[in-house]
Nanobody, 124 residues
């Protein structure tokens, strides 16, 4: 069982930055690939970024590539999402997710554990 708690969301102006954190419980965090997803009002949950369990690689949605960076600190059981050059269309609830495999996935159904989400609002 893995419990995930996101933090770091808030209100920011367009062009600004935020860093989201996701703290995970459990002793097997280093064996889980981690992902970030987001859901805007009236829209489907969408993939944002993912990182493999062993730093082997990461994946990004085209809409955030070059602006967002996913990273993890296995010693702290934490995954991060650094978001720069934020746009109003980045406004959404951001969710952290974990899957019981080491390789990344971009489909939400591939993730077993989910956090409660943190709101990110970007004003124009």
């Amino acid at each position: 069982q893995v419990q995930l708690v996101e933090s770091g969301g808030g209100l920011v102006q367009a062009g600004g930055s935020l860093r989201l954190s996701c703290a995970a419980s459990g002793r097997t965090f280093s064996s889980y690939a981690m992902g970030w997803f987001r859901q805007a009002p009236g829209k489907e949950r969408e993939f944002v970024a993912a990182i493999s369990a062993n730093f082997g690689g990461s994946r990004y949605a085209d809409s955030v590539k070059g602006r967002f960076t996913i990273s993890r600190d296995n010693a702290k059981n934490t995954v991060y999402l650094q978001m720069n050059s934020l746009k109003p269309e980045d406004t959404a609830v951001y969710y952290c997710a974990a899957r019981g495999f080491t390789n990344v996935a971009t489909v939400s159904g591939e993730y077993r554990y989910w956090g409660q989400g943190t709101q990110v609002t970007v004003s124009s």
